[in-house]
Nanobody, 123 residues
Framework: QVQLVESGGGLVQAGGSLRLSCAAS????????MAWFRQAPGLEREFVAA????????TYADSVKGRFTISRDNAKNTVYLQMNSLKPEDTAVYYCATKYSATWYPVSEYDYWGQGTQVTVSS
């Protein structure tokens, strides 16, 4: 059984930075794609970024491209989301996700989720 635990959320001023971490356990982490999603109050969960099994291929939502960076350390079974130039509209609960596939696409097929970590960006 896959377990994902996010950390690193918090309160930050607009323009600031945060780094989220997601620790995985329960299966061979290095074989599978990982992704970050987020959900703001009253809105549906949306895709943020994804990375393939090796870290060589990544993809981002247009809203975060150029500001956020997804990366992974397979030796530590951890995926990261570095978030720079944060905006109030980035405020959301951020979720780590994975699936039984080495490739990050399609983003609709992530089916294992963490509990989420709150990110709040003040203006």
């Amino acid at each position: 059984q896959v377990q994902l635990v996010e950390s690193g959320g918090g309160l930050v001023q607009a323009g600031g930075s945060l780094r989220l971490s997601c620790a995985a356990s329960g299966r061979t982490f290095s074989s599978f794609a990982m992704a970050w999603f987020r959900q703001a109050p009253g809105l549906e969960r949306e895709f943020v970024a994804a990375i393939n099994w090796s870290g060589a291929s990544t993809t981002y939502a247009d809203s975060v491209k150029g500001r956020f960076t997804i990366s992974r350390d397979n030796a530590k079974n951890t995926v990261y989301l570095q978030m720079n130039s944060l905006k109030p509209e980035d405020t959301a609960v951020y979720y780590c996700a994975t699936k039984y596939s080495a490739t990050w696409y399609p983003v609709s097929e992530y089916d294992y989720w963490g509990q989420g970590t709150q990110v709040t960006v003040s203006s």
